[in-house]
């Protein structure tokens, strides 16, 4: 608990301050927390302005509080809101319960703003005929639907039209009935134009034998679909369409609305029609879309401007009742993040926008991306491993892109491409594909492992690719002797081409030795790295026999030692900010995903222990027999490990062997020489005397 004094020239009001995410933040737990927004330094928001669109919460509410209508919500915005409902609202605690309907009695009828409301929600209630003392957010849209209704009447009866539906009051029903069949009415018109240019292609235009018999043995009832693709009628010469038999049985029943509808009208008495005949109704009816279009474009637009007029005089009521909905919830995921590390059921924060499920797991922390260039740009800065999917849902007939964030697990099997099901807020599951990865830590655990898998993986990906190139040359080479064999040349030209088969064969081979050479010397040099260094500890690994563990354990340590350092300090810094920033979110405050955070936003598939026996499982080693190799493989380790070590010095002349001390001792001898200069002649001081150099030399006996 903390005050901030005097604040903005007055006694401050005492705020309440927790710890959330690690960073301390004021509480926003009560209504007079909300009463005395307009009391709380800016500096201490978490949110300073977020967009209007795209976040999982009503946009009515927050296009309600843009004063400005600038697409943002800012700080000055919210607290207006704040204080506004303080004028209208006896009890400001009322707005924790978000509820969408109010009392009267709950109204300040003494102000200005209360009076208002009160005026326009007893006029609300009077045009829909409830006698209550209590309004709610669906008497307002009943209202507001009730009355577009009747500003389109007015202005239909203000604004009557000459023109003349052309199949009376069946208008509507006849321009389906054409739609329906317009694609495929042209299609036999033009298929009758092909006959008309040559007659032999009728055969291949019309009904094919061959796809009739094809399906004959089944029951024709299910292949509709099949015979839906077949011509509408069997096309002629005379290219005339006819309206009373000979129409494909999937199509007679569509056929029969539009000639009852359309072609009984236009062209009673006839059998057939022409295509500049079928022309004239296809203009009728597009005249008469048309028409319908830009009367209702105008209807739209005038109808529009009377419930603006009109939606202005009750939009305080609309306000208030949506503001008693969404206001408290708006405030935990503005002035803090409640809401967002608050995990208990359903109450996720307004940008979380579902969950994705990819490779055993749940990832919680999904946002939406506006713009993917942008996103990417400062993905980074996040220390998250996300992971970017293009979602498509074919129910709803809609795309989005997300990025989730993968906070536990491993990540060897997810690549660009891998599919996922991503379900939103309200359930729908769109169908999800990963198009790009931000590769960061995820665990000290993970971290550990890295370096290991990038090599496994590099050593895998070098053997893989030489491996297919040699069997795509084996295979060029099997062909290429195959066709010699089935054609007629000469012995020349064949001893020629065995000649040429078997120099490729061995550039092949040179070729792929060249690409394992280098993969086994990459090997080499890594296995010369760590005995090299074995030698250069040699005293210490010989010194005692448990220090040879320790040198592995530190081994182990030095290659995984900077990928866990690194993982550790970008796991400290994981920070949601940049991933919101990116959306159009101004962030004012760390928002930081620890470990223990972290964890509770990627679930784990949890298994219960089977006990039955799989038939179909790889047959396992006894357990004493994994346990002896081991034993045999760390011997040998260590073994090989010892000699290289111990015989890594010929200069040594003492044994490691206590017993052989005296046995191996040298001899130190003190010897001068001339000095000489690069050119092998003697040099001489000042005095002109040869100068003498002093140097020691070490006789060791020779070992039996």
Known sequence: MAKINKLMGKDAYEWKFSTVGGVTRVNIETGADVAHLNELDQKLWTVLSCPVSGLEFDEKTLRLMDSNNDGRIRVNEVVAASQWLTKLLKDMNYLLEGKDSIDFSQ??????????????????????????????????????????????????????????????????????????????????????????????????????????????????????????????????????????????????????????????????????????????????VDAYTAWKAAGETAMNEAVAEM?????????????????????????????VFKDFYNRAPNTEAIFQAGVLFIDQRSCELCVKVTDMSKHMATAGKSGLYLLYCHCVSKVLGKEMDIAAALTDGDVKDLHEGKNAVFYDREGNDWDATITKIVDNPISIRQAF?????????????????????????????????????????????????????????????????????????????????????????????????????????????????????????????????????????????????NTTFGATLTSMAKFPKVVGKDPLADKKMAWWKKCLIWIVILAAVFVVGY??????????????????????????????????????????????????????????????
């Open 307 to 335: 419930l603006k007029t009109h939606g202005a005089a009750i939009e305080p009521v609309e306000k208030l009742l949506r503001l008693c909905r969404d206001f408290f919830k708006l405030l935990r995921n503005f002035v």
């Open 107 to 284: 109204v300040q009828a003494d102000t200005d703003e209360g009076k208002e409301v009160l005026d326009s929600a007893r006029l609300i209630l009077k045009q829909l005929g409830a006698e209550k003392e209590s309004i709610t957010l669906a008497d307002v849209a009943e209202y507001m639907a009730g009355y577009e209704e009747k500003c389109k009447a007015e202005y239909t009866a203000a604004n009557p039209d000459p023109f003349e539906p052309p199949y009376g009051e069946k208008s509507d029903d006849a321009e389906a009935a054409v739609n329906s069949l317009r694609a495929k009415v042209a299609d036999y018109f033009m298929r009758c134009k092909l006959v008309q240019f040559d007659e032999e292609t009728s055969g291949v235009l019309d009904v094919q034998v061959e796809k009739v018999a094809a399906i004959s043995s089944g029951n024709l009832a299910d292949s509709t679909a099949e015979i839906a693709d077949y011509p509408l009628a069997r096309p002629t010469k005379d290219a005339l369409l006819p309206l009373n038999g000979g129409i494909n049985p999937a199509w007679q029943g569509a056929f029969a609305t539009l000639k009852a509808l359309v072609l009984d009208v236009d062209f009673a008495g006839k059998e057939s029609i022409s295509e500049e005949e079928w022309n004239g109704v296809l203009a009728k």
């Open 449 to 593: 492992w890295s370096p290991y898998r990038k090599f496994g993986n590099w050593i895998t990906e070098k053997i893989t690719k030489s491996a297919e190139e040699k069997e795509s040359k084996q295979f060029e080479n099997m062909t290429a002797k195959a066709d010699e064999t089935t054609t007629t040349l000469t012995t020349k030209q064949e001893e020629a081409a065995d000649a040429a088969a078997k120099a490729d064969e061995k550039k092949a081979q040179m070729f792929d030795i060249a690409k394992f050479a280098g993969i086994f010397a990459a090997i080499g040099l890594a296995i010369g790295a760590i005995g090299g260094a074995l030698a250069a500890l040699g005293g210490f690994v010989t010194a005692k026999w448990y220090n040879i563990i320790l040198l592995v354990a530190a081994i182990v340590i030095f290659i995984s030692g900077p990928s866990m350092l690194l993982a550790w300090l970008k796991l400290r810094k994981r920070n949601i900010g940049p991933l919101l920033n990116a959306n159009g979110w101004a962030i004012n405050s760390v928002v930081r995903i």
């Open 643 to 704: 000699r290289l070590v111990a015989h890594s010095w010929p200069w040594q002349c003492q044994s490691s062997s206590e017993e052989t001390v005296a046995e191996m001792v040298c001899d130190t001898v003190i010897m001068e020489r001339p000095m000489v200069d690069e050119n092998g002649n003697p040099m001489f001081d000042e005095d002109g005397e040869v100068i003498i150099e002093t140097y020691t030399q070490i006789n060791c006996p020779e070992e039996e």
